[in-house]
């Protein structure tokens, strides 16, 4: 089974993967919108950094979780 559909499948079945999945969406759209301004503020390029931290801890999280359900399922 490939990542993708074990995603899809953990998006149903495990909130905190939904959850983080929609954080790490909403990040995105966050950081989005500071990349479209074309100068940053000394502030604005911290928060900026500390959001795209955020982000990947969220995504690294996910990736666990696939991980988790993979050997559960003997899915290697």
Request: no cysteine.
């Amino acid at each position: 089974m490939k990542e993708q559909e074990i995603a899809e499948i953990l998006l149903k079945e495990n909130e905190e993967y939904k959850k983080l999945g929609e954080e790490h969406k909403s990040l995105e759209g966050v950081l989005a919108e500071i990349d479209k301004k074309v100068y940053l503020t000394p502030e604005e390029e911290v928060e900026r950094k500390r959001i795209q931290k955020l982000k990947l801890v969220k995504k690294d999280r996910m990736a666990e979780i696939i991980r988790e359900y993979k050997k559960s399922h003997s899915l290697n």
